[in-house]
């Protein structure tokens, strides 16, 4: 017979559902990336309201198809680069089928994609550089050609440490014995960057590329 002064069972507690403090950091860490290329983007507008003329003369050397051409290659491989994330998530980290066979494509092809099409953008964006470096257009010729390299290369090593973090990302899914929860979360991760990096990418091309044409 229980006794009437046993005291009652406390219910079971429940630990709280916590963010993962990579995914905290890498947002805190971007947000400090988008304050970085906020006072870009200022110095653009300053110098080009204070020298109109020069960045109006500046931005006709500028190479509009091409520019167009590697945003739309660098847009669409964040695209890629979120088809290897789903893959990530579903803990798939290499295809099932055959190479052409995209439907059954892991998280390591499409990443390995995504590596290409940005490795293209930089190669596209390092012509554009030396063209207009023959052009006369350097860092130190004018306010424009200051404007121009600091904004749009500063991106450039953004994209470069991009490309690091995919490479390290696949190496890491080749190399581990079993594709974990880790493997997947550090996948995710480095999508937030690639996507920051396109974002950012999208608001240059129309200050720097076409803004100009309207103005």
Do not use: C
């Not at 507008?45 to 204070?50: A, E, I, Q, V, W």
């Not at 696949?170 to 960057?193: C, D, I, L, P, W």
């Amino acid at each position: 017979m229980t006794s009437a002064t046993q005291a009652p069972i406390a219910p079971a507690r429940t630990l709280p559902n916590r963010p993962n403090m990579v995914s905290v950091g890498t947002m805190v860490w971007l947000t400090s990336e988008l304050m970085f290329f906020a006072g870009l983007f200022a110095m653009f507008f300053t110098l080009r309201s204070t020298q109109s003329e020069m960045f109006a003369e500046g931005a006709s050397e500028l190479d509009i198809p091409l520019a167009t051409t590697i945003t739309v290659i660098l847009v669409a491989s964040s695209v890629t680069a979120q088809f290897g994330v789903f893959a990530a998530e579903r803990h798939q980290p290499r295809r099932t089928g055959g190479a052409l066979q995209i439907q059954h494509w892991g998280m390591v092809e499409w990443y390995i994609l995504s590596f290409i099409m940005g490795a293209i953008f930089i190669g596209g964006q390092t012509y554009e550089f030396a063209v207009m470096v023959s052009h006369g257009i350097t860092v130190s010729s004018n306010a424009f050609g200051s404007a121009f390299y600091i904004t749009t290369g500063f991106h450039g090593l953004h994209v470069i440490g991009g490309l690091i973090a995919f490479l390290y990302v696949v190496a890491r899914a080749y190399f581990s014995v079993k594709f974990t929860h880790k493997e997947a979360h550090a996948a995710v991760v480095v999508s937030y960057y690639w996507h920051f990096v396109d974002v950012v990418w999208i608001a240059l091309f129309g200050i720097v590329y076409l803004l100009p044409l309207f103005a």
